[in-house]
């Protein structure tokens, strides 16, 4: 704030920071940010429903079907595709792990490219486009080895999107924002858990045979198409950044910059180059708290891999329905208030004893165990509000967590003749069948 005189009365002059700092802000300029004012405060409220209003419906939307994608190959399993393709339960089970070998390798290189290149939507766009034709194609393989092949290949495109998207909503949303809309973009997941093997069930049910094509075949055709539309709105509708989004005032896009500038007390810019990114990946690699929320992640993954309840199939899609939209709905709000308090370990941790509890009665148990979910949002935010700057570091740790989250899936779907032998004393002493026993051990039950 500086006084001028005028007509020998001393008048305040109020300097912003835009008014002063330029395009490339320091850290130690950016220390110097104070809070919004009043009328960015409007502006900024405006904005954000404008990010909500396009952003997160698209980024939903296509996770949805992301979800459905790397899951038909269960519920194909249902309608001949093991038969068919005359594999083996070993066979099922590889093709079950293979596609999280692909999605694990990818996700680093593939968040450093989508930071260098800055093209959130055609990269993002390209890449669900990508992930379409593959399951589309998936649907005239023949063999074994060619259903592995169209698998793998799937877990490598599909890797981009997942972390691509964490690292683009932290690039709009500060952190007291960040965990209701992480959430709200997993629930996409949640609705698939949901719906998604019912709508299978259903595309199946009525197109065996159809042109002379197995049922199973049909729902490749059908969700793989259905990816490429949303490929297509992705490349073409989803904003890039605020620096670029043209439906921005200026105004608004000098808000969206500097509200999370003052949320980190830093800009968030990269040094530039190729070489930002290398560095970038080196900084998250030597932060210890990368490691610490990648098996954090890791434990989520692996304790969420209970499945159905042993009853006939519709009835038991049915009945899973309930606990997911239940679910849907707590997260949101755990994740709300999550931001609210400014608070990510107490929200990480209350689900973990509900969880844990959730062997009780069958139906009831996954109520509790479904808890699991909510701790994902949470988990989401923490890494983006603990590795914030710079973006490459944000993007580097953001992959690195998922992959080594997500390779639980690996190790949680192969079944060795061990495992099968604990399975059946364990199914022998509870006086139930092999599946029911899969399914408390995927349930936190004991294995004997």
């Not at 877990?155 to 997942?162: I, R, T």
């Not at 896009?253 to 980190?264: E, F, M, P, T």
């Not at 109520?367 to 509000?385: D, Q, S």
Request: glycine share 8%; net charge positive.
């Amino acid at each position: 704030m500086e006084k001028h005189m005028e007509n020998g009365v001393a008048h305040k002059e109020v300097l912003h920071d835009h008014d002063v700092l330029g395009k490339d802000v320091t850290r130690e300029q950016a220390m110097h940010f104070g809070a919004l004012t009043e009328e960015e405060l409007v502006i900024e409220k405006k904005l954000r429903r404008k990010i909500d209003a396009l952003v997160m419906p698209i980024v939903v939307s296509v996770y949805l079907m992301n979800y459905i994608d790397r899951n038909n190959y269960a519920a194909a399993k249902l309608q001949g595709l093991v038969e068919e393709l005359d594999m083996t339960p070993a066979d099922y089970q590889t093709g079950l792990s293979v596609l999280f070998v692909g999605y694990v390798l990818m996700q680093v290189p593939s968040n450093a490219v989508l930071n260098y290149v800055g093209r959130p939507s055609w990269y993002i766009g390209f890449f669900t486009l990508l992930w379409g034709l593959v399951s589309l194609v998936t649907s005239q393989v023949q063999s074994y080895k060619s259903i592995i092949a169209a698998r793998f290949v799937l877990g490598l495109v599909e890797a981009p999107f997942f972390p691509g998207v964490l690292f683009y909503l932290s690039k709009w949303y500060t952190k007291k924002e960040l965990n209701f809309r992480m959430a709200l973009f997993y629930s996409g997941s949640l609705v698939s858990g949901a719906f998604g093997s019912l709508i299978a069930a259903g595309i199946l049910s009525g197109l065996k045979g159809v042109r002379g094509l197995s049922a199973w075949r049909w729902l490749y055709i059908i969700e793989g198409s259905t990816t490429m539309v949303l490929g297509l709105v992705v490349i073409f509708f989803l904003p890039d950044f605020p620096d670029t989004w043209k439906k921005l005032s200026p105004e608004e896009r000098h808000v969206a910059n500097r509200r999370l500038a003052i949320d980190a007390a830093e800009a968030d810019v990269d040094i530039g180059g190729a070489m930002s990114q290398v560095q970038g990946i080196k900084l998250a690699f030597t932060d210890p708290k990368t490691y610490v929320l990648a098996l954090g992640y890791h434990g989520i993954t692996g304790a969420a891999g209970f499945q159905t309840l042993g009853f006939a199939n519709i009835p038991s899609l049915l009945l899973c329905a309930p606990p997911y939209i239940f679910m849907v709905f707590w997260s949101l709000g755990h994740s709300h208030m999550s931001d609210k308090l400014g608070n990510r370990f107490w929200f990480y941790m209350y689900p973990v004893p509900i969880v844990l509890v959730g062997f009780g009665a069958r139906y009831f148990s996954l109520f509790l165990l479904v808890f699991i979910f909510a701790m994902n949002g949470t988990i989401y935010a923490w890494i983006a509000n603990s590795i914030p700057r710079p973006p490459a570091k944000r993007a580097a740790a953001l992959a690195f967590i998922n992959s080594v989250g997500n390779a639980a899936s690996i190790w949680d779907t192969e079944l060795t003749e061990k495992d099968l032998k604990r399975l059946r004393k364990t199914a022998e002493v509870e006086g139930i069948d092999i599946a029911a026993a899969r399914q408390l051990q995927k349930g936190y039950r004991y294995l004997i």
